[in-house]
């Protein structure tokens, strides 16, 4: 979490990369950025937030400081964004999927109203879940996953990092399009999920590759399935759940993270923002430092990404009114 | 590798002048963020993050553990100076250890928590070298149940401490977890207790509640008694020294501490304030006259400091055998390896036996260093408690407001830690121990997560606490407490009944 100690050391350590004023003519940016995340420093989306405001910083000739503030899922880091935007165009913030998709239906309140408030830029990347359970499980694949699923009721029990998130969405969407029911017990963390299911406490769980693949090298875990449409770079042995199993072929749920702007924000500024992010998505440098820490470079453009909330929001709030009404 | 060969290799590049600087730096920092109460070792790794990108993954690693570790030594100095603990693990040392320094003894009382800090982390070391494997078996077949009711064993046995009456503890554990209650229920999604605030989803913010119940809730009852200085002398290095009889009393106590400590830190979770809060519990309990505990028993200090020490260490189990971070912080540690492109997990010290060994030979040369560091900083700290009070508050408000603010950056938490800092004077008016409310806070929400997962996953049958033998144990444990507390009161009783 950050003080403006934290805060000074970001700074100082932009401040290297912008030294030459490449648009000094331009009036924007008159100012350094403040780009808030709704995690903590050295967490997976604040990582992923550093990795594009350095170069961001570098293009823009201006410092990009990284504002956490985590809490609440991610809502507290938009709330902060909103709440500290001034009228120089200089606030943004990077988000998960989850405060601008689904937040608003878990809370009831949070405090803003995607639509209105927030003016998206880009989308940044993308992770898929692999659903993974213990190498000394009897489940070998997903067929077998599925029947022993489809026993009884509740026959399986996966663990989630936490009601609501993007680990509990997924499983149920898997569980609806294969005419299952599992028992989600939810945990807080993925160290806590995997630990659970080494020790044989419970039988599964969606997780993000990254937190997984290295048990399943270890030994420890079997993963049987990935939720993106296409395999993934990070998990390429592990076959995509559309199309197998009685899935359909466009069964895809993925995580997402993206750039966004306070509503107010000029257009001119949010449509150089998108330029700049995409060029610096195109970077196999940037892509490679992303794939590092489970993130797959997904640039497009504003509209792209509001149609992809719009999308994401529909699909979820369907998931949550079935689990609602069990 | 075998353990030898792999310390010598440890040592090799633990002491390399581009690696040591970094463990130096680590401990260094740690020092600092521990003794500005509030400031912990999560804000601190954040601030070296950027570092890490220019150094050895391995030095890396050595740095920032540096720091996690570092900052339980720092922790002790404001709790026994001046009443204010950034967590509940420094609680516990404030409970015997500021009584001391009111006493003019806040030198010997400092040298107690650095010293079995230092013996409790080398124990430590000792134990997760020879049972590193043995102990993460214990970690991964822990499941909800186990948890549940080892915790509720700490509760049951903490729930003595530091209070004449039994029933006032036991309120303040109650309220405690009440407070815990406050924010998003983990099962459901749903909001308890928030008023519709944002800033509680997350429940109320553990920094702000332990600043406010002991620092503030200080502060303010001191302010009729502005002229007030805690030592009015100059103190010579006599006075500061502990005495033979201190050191006497500092042994065993020390040696217990780190047993507990270096077991229950391997559990992921609370192990270093769990730790601290038993072994606090067990010193009273098995004291000739536990009613010196609260006013100054050095074995209140020691104890404790070497439990969350060894705590600090062996909360590296996990980690490092089965590349699965025990805590939050942990995490983030772990975070920064990956820009180096190693891959938190079991492999990972397979491919880096130097990362395991280094990592651990650093650990002893930490320590060592920040006892060098510590010692002499001693006269120091006590030489703070000349300056008067009213010199002296305005200047800890402002800390405990940075503290506060450094947690998530929101004004809203320094309102919040006033408010309780009030509710924390008026508890201390009619004598209640807040540490108390702080372990109820902690222990609260997790014995309710891990008994409603245990009974999920069981499919609510409550026979699992019982079927489980680890869960059985503690409930055996627990059952066992109870009888004795029972016993003992009965006996008090009839020994009371003919004196009237």
């Known amino acids: ?326 | 590798m075998g353990t030898w060969e792999g310390l010598v290799t440890g040592l090799n590049f633990a002491l390399q002048p581009g690696v040591l600087i970094f463990c130096l730096l680590g401990v260094l920092l740690g020092t600092f963020v521990g003794v500005l109460p509030g400031i912990g070792a999560m804000a601190a790794i954040s601030l070296l993050l950027p570092i890490t990108y220019y150094i050895s993954a391995e030095a890396a690693l050595i740095m920032l553990a540096g720091v996690y570790y570092g900052a339980q030594y720092g922790g002790a100095v404001a709790s026994i100076l001046m009443r204010l603990p950034g967590t509940p693990q420094s609680a516990v040392t404030a409970l015997d250890g500021y009584p001391m320094a009111r006493d003019g003894r806040a030198g010997a009382a400092l040298f107690a928590a650095m010293v079995s800090s230092f013996a409790g982390s080398i124990i430590g070391i000792v134990v997760l070298v020879l049972l590193a494997g043995w102990l993460s078996r214990v970690a991964v077949a822990f499941g909800a149940a186990d948890y549940a009711a080892m915790m509720v064993l700490g509760l049951v046995a903490a729930s003595t401490i530091g209070s004449a009456r039994p029933a006032k503890g036991f309120a303040m554990i109650v309220l405690g977890m009440l407070l815990g209650c406050i924010g998003t229920d983990v099962n459901s999604g749903a909001m308890r207790f928030t008023f519709g605030q944002t800033e509680l989803l997350d429940g109320v913010n553990l920094v702000a509640l332990a600043m406010g119940l002991f620092g503030v809730a200080e502060v303010i009852g001191n302010v009729r008694d502005p002229e007030r200085q805690a030592v009015t002398e100059k103190i010579g290095f006599r006075q500061m020294a502990p005495t033979r009889d201190d050191l006497r009393r500092m042994v065993f106590p020390s040696l217990r501490g780190s047993g507990l400590g270096s077991f229950f830190g391997a559990l992921p979770g609370t192990g270093s304030t769990l730790s601290s809060f038993l072994s606090y519990a067990m010193e009273r309990r098995i004291a000739r006259r536990p009613e010196r505990f609260g006013h100054g028993a050095i074995e209140g200090v020691a104890g404790p400091e070497a439990a969350n020490n060894s705590a600090a260490i062996t909360a590296f189990v996990p980690t490092l055998t089965l590349g699965i971070p025990g805590d939050p912080i942990m995490a983030l540690m772990l975070g920064a390896l990956v820009i180096h492109g190693v891959q938190p997990g079991p492999m990972m010290l397979e491919a880096r036996p130097e990362m395991f060994w280094g990592l651990v030979a650093s650990f002893g040369i930490g320590n060592l260093l920040l006892l060098i560091l510590n010692l002499p900083l001693i006269g120091v700290w006590v030489a703070l408690l000349r300056i008067p009070f009213r010199w002296l508050y305005p200047a800890i408000l402002i800390f405990i407001c940075l503290g506060v603010y450094s947690v998530r950056g929101l004004t809203y938490d320094i309102v919040a830690v006033a408010g309780i800092g009030l509710a924390g004077y008026l508890l201390a008016l009619a004598r209640f121990n807040p540490a108390l409310l702080l372990l109820g806070f902690v222990l609260g929400p997790l014995i309710e997560t891990n008994l409603r997962r245990a009974l999920l996953i069981s499919r609510g049958d409550p026979m699992v606490f019982l079927e489980r033998p680890i869960s059985a144990a503690f409930v055996v444990a627990i059952a066992g407490l109870l009888l004795l507390s029972l016993v003992q009161w009965v006996r008090r009783r009839r020994r009371a009944i003919p004196a009237r």
């Open chain 1, 1 to 326: 979490m950050t003080t403006h100690i934290p805060r000074r050391a970001a700074f100082g350590c932009v401040l290297a990369f912008a030294a030459a004023p490449a648009f000094a003519q331009d009036a924007w940016p008159t100012g350094p950025l403040h780009v808030y995340v709704g995690f903590p420093a050295g967490s997976s989306p604040d990582t992923l937030a550093r990795i594009i405001t350095e170069p961001l910083a570098e293009r823009l000739g201006q410092p990009v400081v990284i504002e956490n503030r985590p809490g609440a899922g991610g809502v507290i880091g938009i709330q902060q964004m909103l709440a500290n935007a001034g009228d120089d165009d200089l606030t943004f913030g990077t988000t998960i999927n989850g405060p601008v998709t689904t937040a608003a239906r878990m809370m009831g309140d949070t405090g803003f109203d995607v639509a209105a408030d927030i003016a998206p830029v880009t989308l940044i990347a993308t992770s898929p879940l692999v659903l993974a359970v213990s190498s000394q499980s009897g489940l070998e694949d997903l067929e077998g996953f599925v029947a022993a699923a489809g026993a009884e009721e509740e026959a399986i029990a996966y663990g989630s990092v936490g009601q609501g998130s993007g680990a509990h969405l997924t499983a149920e969407l898997f569980a609806d399009e294969a005419g299952v029911t599992m028992l989600h017990i939810p945990f807080t963390s993925y160290a806590e999920v995997t630990t659970s299911i080494m020790g044989g406490e419970i039988d599964a769980g969606f997780m993000a590759p990254s937190a997984a693949m290295p048990h399943v090298e270890g030994g420890n875990m079997r993963i049987l399935g990935i939720t993106s449409s296409e395999p993934s770079a990070q998990a390429p042995d592990v076959p995509v759940i559309a199309g197998q199993a009685g899935f359909a072929e466009d069964f895809r749920a993925e995580l997402w993270n993206g750039f966004i702007a306070p509503s107010g924000t000029d257009a001119a500024v949010v449509e150089r923002l998108t330029t700049e992010i995409t060029e610096i998505l195109a970077d196999p440098g940037v892509q490679e430092q992303l794939l590092a820490i489970g993130w797959q470079a997904a640039p497009g453009t504003a509209q792209e990404m509001q149609e992809r909330i719009t999308a994401d929001t529909q699909m979820w709030g369907g998931v949550i009114d079935r689990i609602e009404a069990q």
